[in-house]
Nanobody, 122 residues
Framework: QVQLVESGGGLVQSGGSLKLSCVAS????????IGWFRQAPGKEREGVSC????????LYVDSVKGRFTISRDKAKNTVHLQMNSLKPEDTAVYYC???????????????WGQGTQVTVSS
């Protein structure tokens, strides 16, 4: 059974930084994707970033390019999302999830963490 546990959220001022972590357990495959998604109140869930475990290729939504960096610590089964230059519009609950590839639809990501709140004040 796959389990994902996120941490690192919090309250930060505009322009600040946070580093989210997602610890994965119970994954038997060596070829999958771990994505970060977010959902703000009243808005649809949005894919933010993703990394492939096969080749460490990464993807970012345009709104976070140049500000967010996804990385993977293989030894600790952990994926990080370093978020810099945060803006109020980044405020959301952030979730990590596992899926077949980074270009898969969000609905194909089968295992999800419980989420961590990120709040950016102006």
């Amino acid at each position: 059974q796959v389990q994902l546990v996120e941490s690192g959220g919090g309250l930060v001022q505009s322009g600040g930084s946070l580093k989210l972590s997602c610890v994965a357990s119970g994954i038997t495959s060596d070829d999958y994707a771990i994505g970060w998604f977010r959902q703000a109140p009243g808005k649809e869930r949005e894919g933010v970033s993703c990394i492939s475990t096969l080749d460490d290729r990464t993807l970012y939504v345009d709104s976070v390019k140049g500000r967010f960096t996804i990385s993977r610590d293989k030894a600790k089964n952990t994926v990080h999302l370093q978020m810099n230059s945060l803006k109020p519009e980044d405020t959301a609950v952030y979730y990590c999830a596992t899926g077949p590839t980074c270009i898969a639809a969000a609905s194909d990501f089968g295992s999800w963490g419980q989420g961590t709140q990120v709040t950016v004040s102006s």
